[in-house]
């Protein structure tokens, strides 16, 4: 859980929710997007491509790439476009422990199922953590 409200999920949530509302009504629903989330989405961008954080230098850990991938899907990115850009990944060994955390993580944040091939996770294993698959 986040150390203050205003990084909560529920809260980034409600603030994105009023965002598209506001958008929607004025009229600015599918247009370009605004400055500040224009070079968010190229600093997104960016770290999957490099597979690494800007700041530190780090590697991206996977629950990082589902984050920035589901977050570039919201702003209008492909998922082809997105696997252009990541590197594969391969999926620990242990498919009973996998499905186990991917149920856990689906539960818990929600990601699109597009995203986790980005990851290495077939569709298999989605389907038995039970997660809702969409169509291509």
Not at 5 to 21: F, H, P, V, W, Y
Not at 111 to 123: K, N, P, Q, Y
Request: proline residues 4%; glycine residues 10%.
């Amino acid at each position: 859980m986040a150390s203050n409200k205003r990084a909560s999920r529920e809260a980034i949530q409600k603030r994105r929710a009023g965002r598209a509302l506001n958008d929607l009504f004025a009229g600015r629903g599918n247009g370009p997007l605004d400055g500040r989330t224009e070079k968010r989405r190229q600093r997104l961008l960016e770290e999957l491509r490099e597979n690494k954080r800007r700041g530190s230098g780090e590697e991206l850990k996977p629950l990082e790439v589902l984050s920035h991938a589901n977050e570039l899907l919201d702003m209008g990115e492909t998922v082809v476009s997105l696997r252009k850009l990541c590197a594969q990944r391969k999926p620990p060994g242990d498919r009973d422990q996998l499905v186990y955390v991917v149920r856990q993580v689906h539960e818990a944040y929600g990601f699109r199922s597009e995203v986790w091939g980005l990851v290495g996770v077939a569709d298999e294993v989605l389907r038995e953590a039970g997660v809702p698959l969409v169509e291509e």
